[in-house]
């Protein structure tokens, strides 16, 4: 017996003629005629030599040679048939795994989340808050947006969107302790988005304000955090042209100063090199970007010259 495999065709039709138990009915499926079949079948147990299916009653039997060849085939056109369909699904389905930081998705990502969805409806999505970059490393994970300078080796990495920073406040604190001046910020509890503070000291400095005394302060280690106290009241927090832009807008938060410093690091959108070019990679990404290009609100307005004066002149 030769090494190579038997021909196509006759092996599709000893499948199906054994499977349905019949020539004719091999015949319906496969859309032949019955001869062509019977054909078929004759050139396969002429190739391997030996008889596959026992003919003598109405519906057709293994051989123990056919019994043997069978589940081969089985799984064979199977593996074909699965492969095929994987082929033919939309390269935009499946699993994605994607690790955020925490203000960026609670804030910006879950509130949009329905629009990419509904462009691709096939693709599972697997959130998780985290700004640690050492997710980048892991095969658990996709894709990674970060906050920080962007200098991860051995990754792909593009720049996401910079950053302005401003105090941010609830109307109720404002309403109760006024901020008629930087110096005010003595009398409020500042809240930090970071653990070391440095991003106040970068907006102090430019507001002549690095040499305040200020005794009641707040680490939170995100700005989700410090953005979420804010509104509750809890003191003053520092603000972005992203995340908070929409809570603004709607009037959860004022901006009581007309000062805005750039943020010392900016998102990043970050993955493994061998994923860059997955497609359901790529649609996310894409996605990421084009919504922020169409979704862009318009940069937060101070009130500091509307509730501020009003309030000063109620003093």
């Known amino acids: 017996m030769s090494n190579r495999l038997p021909p196509l065709n006759p092996l599709k039709a000893f499948e199906a003629a054994a499977r ?10 496969l859309r032949v005629t019955h001869g062509a079949i019977s054909h078929q079948l004759k050139t396969l147990e002429e190739a391997l030599a030996t008889a596959l299916l026992d003919r003598s009653g109405k519906r057709l039997k293994l051989t123990s040679a056919g019994a043997l060849l069978l589940p081969a085939v089985t799984q064979a056109f199977g593996g074909i048939a699965a492969a095929t369909a994987q082929m033919k699904r939309p390269a935009t389905s499946g699993k994605l795994a994607i690790t955020c930081v925490p203000a960026l ?10 629009s990419f969805t509904e462009q691709y409806p096939d693709v599972t999505l697997t959130l998780a808050a985290s700004n640690d970059p050492a997710h980048l490393q892991s095969p658990e994970v996709d894709i990674c947006i970060l906050y920080g300078d962007g200098n991860w080796p051995d990754v792909w990495t593009r720049l996401w969107s910079h950053l302005q920073l401003f ?6 604190l404002l309403n109760s302790r006024p901020l008629r001046s930087v110096k005010d910020l003595e009398d409020h509890v500042l809240l930090h988005g970071d653990t070391d503070g440095r991003e106040w000291k970068t907006w102090l400095a430019a507001a002549d304000g690095a040499h305040l005394s200020r005794c009641r302060q707040h680490f939170m280690g995100d700005a989700r955090f410090s953005t979420e106290a804010a509104l509750h009241g809890q003191g003053i927090a520092l603000g972005d042209t992203i ?8 009037g959860d938060l004022l901006v009581p100063f007309d000062l805005g410093v750039p943020a010392n690091d900016a998102f990043y959108v970050a993955c493994r090199q061998e994923m860059r070019a997955a497609p359901i990679v790529r649609v996310f990404i894409d996605w990421l970007f084009s919504s922020l290009d169409a979704d862009r609100l318009p940069e937060p307005r101070s009130m500091a010259r509307t509730v501020l004066a009003g309030r000063m002149a109620k003093s």
């Open 243 to 250: 995340t908070a832009a929409k809570m603004i807008a709607q």
């Open 167 to 172: 105090p941010i406040a609830s109307p109720t």
């Open 20 to 29: 349905l138990g019949s020539v004719s009915a091999a015949a319906r499926e």
């Open 105 to 114: 998705l609670s804030f910006w990502i879950v509130p949009r989340l329905n």
